[in-house]
């Protein structure tokens, strides 16, 4: 009998897989049930080390965060990040990218943002800032697409803070179309004394893309030693490698 999390890891893959001869509505029907199996997971079926939610004094020389893998390939990635408390993941993008992000530990804040098109001088882009959200273990995953609250920066309250990220496709070199899904960074532009202050409507903002993530967010990795994804789907049934 499979797992929560290797259920999850066999829906993630049917949703996402890009194969043209399953319907859109089927996919469709696949993305609801796995938003829905989402919502149940917790810490416990990911076997997450106790350890690695302790809420410790900080510490320079240990990273802010901890990233785990349980399952990649070309469509999917399946992943955990541990935040240290009053840790803030930077606002990022996902570039044509689908993503659920389901807390399994602790309290974040989840800021996001919409690109809308606009651009002005110095490499920024007009967004619409949605309402900020606090999502503990009792709240369903938060969802992104490729048009819509594709960028966000996350942040632990009151303690550390872990969750599951499901993003399709994953970043990095994707062989199929040619190119790198690279992920981009940005923070908020200061508009005070720029010709682009007064050209947008005041629920949207300018964002301004950095060449790389602040220098106190870096990662550490963790081994999963939960219940094993890496596998392949055959008939519908799980097949463990």
């Avoid at 319907?23 to 796995?34: A, D, E, G, H, T």
């Avoid at 190119?179 to 629920?203: E, G, L, M, P």
């Avoid at 870096?218 to 030693?225: G, K, L, V």
């Amino acid at each position: 009998m499979t797992s929560l999390i290797q259920r999850i890891g066999r829906l993630a893959i049917q949703t996402f897989s890009r194969d043209p001869s399953v319907p859109v509505n089927l996919k469709r029907s696949y993305l609801k049930q796995l938003e829905d199996m989402v919502s149940s997971v917790s810490s416990d079926d990911l076997s997450l080390d106790p350890s690695l939610l302790q809420d410790e004094p900080y510490m320079p020389t240990k990273a802010p965060v901890i990233y785990m893998l349980l399952y990649e390939d070309m469509d999917v990635n399946v992943c955990v990040f541990i935040l240290r408390r009053g840790v803030r993941m930077p606002m990022h993008d996902h570039p044509g990218m689908f993503g659920l992000l389901k807390v399994v530990h602790g309290n974040i804040a989840v800021q996001s943002y919409t690109l809308v098109g606009e651009t002005g001088p110095g490499d920024v882009q007009c967004a619409v800032k949605h309402p900020v959200l606090e999502r503990n273990v009792h709240h369903p995953p938060i969802s992104l697409t490729p048009d819509r609250e594709n960028l966000h920066e996350i942040v632990a309250i009151d303690g550390p803070a872990a969750f599951l990220d499901i993003l399709s496709p994953p970043y990095g070199e994707d062989t199929r179309l040619g190119i790198d899904r690279d992920c981009h960074y940005y923070r908020v532009a200061d508009a005070s004394s720029q010709n682009y202050s007064s050209s947008i409507d005041t629920n949207k903002i300018w964002l301004k893309r950095i060449r790389s993530a602040p220098n106190e967010f870096w990662c550490d990795e963790a081994e999963y030693r939960g219940p094993p994804l890496k596998g392949v789907i055959e008939d519908g049934w799980w097949v463990p490698r």
